[in-house]
């Protein structure tokens, strides 16, 4: 494992050593705590129904893997050097044609990872070069670390993406975003409009990104037409049309089961961090 510190990628040693020697007890040093707060329900903008509905897609683990050369053993898609070292990122299969599918289906995009700024414009620089052209400028915006409430709870730091700061930036209304991620902690406040999919793992034949185009393309998302994604094969417990007075039984709680699920860490090669009392997920 490794981790993203300061913008670097720094081993799981090195993080260690650099807990230790700033006297912190987890890797993650203190000023990662990001603890925000989110727009009320007055600042959200609920009176332009008619805005494209915004898809935002998490990085590591549902669009991509970066891992450390060699790891996966496949060629990647790009390499890039971060605080001097390399890291190898493959692109969920399917990308380039998610992309266009959407955006022609009428959707707009946006990208927000939990990770530093500079991980991300890496990120969406390596994605442009190798695979799908014009596609930092395809997006509404690009929300990153500085945007990501990170908490500490029971042994653990985790990240969650308040989907409201993203709909009051935006200007779309929280009814009309639906967010693509691998972790369930960081849409815990907005399960309703969580599209979960499994974590990618580089593989060659993962199908989710042609399985989740084909979905949302047979969504009709016409003005006032209320976005659902009970149909999703990956759909949280308890989703349903969103509407501009959402559902406040869901608001602020995963919905029943998915809290015992532990969040992957990123680039983890572990199938669960459930043993794992010191891992950060910054995913
Ligand atoms: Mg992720």
Not at 10 to 18: G, P, T
Not at 46 to 59: K, Y
Not at 63 to 80: F, H, M, W
Not at 235 to 241: F, I, L, R, T, V
Request: glycine share 8%; with cysteine.
């Amino acid at each position: 494992m490794v981790y993203i510190l300061n913008g670097e990628i720094v081993s799981d040693d090195d993080a260690r050593a650099i807990a230790k020697r700033n006297n912190a007890a987890s890797p993650v040093p203190s000023n990662a705590l990001n603890v925000l707060s989110v727009p009320s329900k007055k600042e959200l903008p609920d009176d332009n129904a008619n805005e494209p509905p915004l898809i935002v897609l998490d990085l590591d683990g549902t669009i991509l893997e970066t891992t450390l050369p060699d790891v996966r053993g496949t060629k990647p898609s790009y390499v890039i050097r971060t605080g001097g070292t390399l890291a190898e990122t493959r692109l969920r299969p399917g990308l380039a044609e998610f992309v266009d599918a959407v955006l022609r289906h009428g959707y707009s995009l946006a990208v927000w990872t939990a990770a530093p700024r500079a991980y991300a414009d890496d990120m969406l620089g390596g994605i442009e070069r190798s695979t799908v052209p014009h596609f930092k400028s395809s997006l509404k915006c690009v929300f990153a670390e500085e945007q990501t409430s990170i908490g500490y709870d029971r042994g653990r730091w985790l990240c969650r993406k308040e989907l409201r700061r993203l709909a009051s930036h935006t200007r779309v209304p929280l009814h009309r975003c639906l967010i693509v991620d691998d972790t369930p902690v960081t849409y815990a406040s907005n399960v309703r409009n969580a599209l979960p999919v499994p974590a990618y793992k580089g593989g060659r034949s993962d199908d989710v990104l042609p399985q989740l185009a084909n979905f949302l393309c047979s969504l009709n998302i016409g003005a006032g037409q209320a976005l659902d994604v009970s149909g999703w094969r990956y759909a949280p417990h308890g989703a349903g049309p969103l509407t501009a007075g959402a559902d406040p039984a869901l608001e602020g709680r995963l919905p029943e089961g998915a809290a015992e699920r532990p969040p992957l860490p990123m680039w983890s090669n572990r199938p669960s961090a459930a043993t794992e009392d010191d891992e950060v997920d910054l995913t």
